[in-house]
Each structure stands twice: as C-alpha cells, then as structure tokens.
Nanobody
Framework: QLQLVESGGGLVQPGGSLRLSCAAS????????IGWFRQAPGKEREGVSC????????NYADSVKGRFAISRDNAKNTVYLQMNSLKPEDTAVYFC??????????????????????WGQGTQVTVSS
C-alpha cells in the first residue's frame, strides 16, 4: 500500500521550532517531487514549500521564507520541514504530498497542487502561548 505519513507536529510557543517528517511506505520518494502544504481552519489549503527529486532545488512561500527549511534524505525515504521562529499564523494542519510530475522545482515555482499524486493525512501544528 502506497502511503505517506507525517509526524512531528504539536503545540509550540511563538518563536519556537518544530521539525516535521514525511515518511513513505510502499514506494521510494527519490522518484518524486515532494511538497508541504498547510490548511488552517476555514481557509484554503496552501503550498508551503517543495523540493526536487535530488534535493538541489527548493521553493518557499513568501510567508515562511527565512524561517522554514525543507530537506530530504532519500536513503531514509523521508522528507523534512524544519520550522523555526514559529508564529501563531503558522497554526494549521500540515500535509506532505508526492508528485511524479516533470514540472521542475525552481526558486519561483512549485508544481501546482493538482499535480501531486499521493497525500498524507496531515499533522497538526499549533503555535500558541
């Protein structure tokens, strides 16, 4: 069974850090572009970051640039999202997704949401004092 599982979410105070993990089972992530998305209550799901198959290209939403860092360890079949200087507005359910698309990852562009083939169930991140 092909599956993505996110972990690492939780409750953190403003200014704190969390590291999310996205682990795959049933397939190898090195053939996929990986994206992180988030959805806050009452809002649309939005893209946060993405990383190319090799890991040499990444992209970040303006709202998280300089605070979040995406990375991947293909040997562990896992992608990470390091989140620093967290703000209350970062509170959301965070999802990872895998795309087999040929659309390239650039500093200005991630593959659109509809190009992602597999999605995890999400992990809750709450930033509150």
């Amino acid at each position: 069974q092909l599956q993505l599982v996110e972990s690492g979410g939780g409750l953190v105070q403003p200014g704190g850090s969390l590291r999310l993990s996205c682990a795959a089972s049933g397939f190898t992530l090195d053939s996929y572009t990986i994206g992180w998305f988030r959805q806050a209550p009452g809002k649309e799901r939005e893209g946060v970051s993405c990383i190319s198959r090799s890991g040499d290209s990444t992209n970040y939403a303006d709202s998280v640039k300089g605070r979040f860092a995406i990375s991947r360890d293909n040997a562990k079949n896992t992608v990470y999202l390091q989140m620093n200087s967290l703000k209350p507005e970062d509170t959301a359910v965070y999802f990872c997704a895998a795309a087999s698309t040929l659309t390239r990852v650039t500093a200005e562009h991630c593959p659109p949401r509809y190009e992602y083939d597999y999605w995890g169930q999400g992990t809750q991140v709450t930033v509150s004092s």
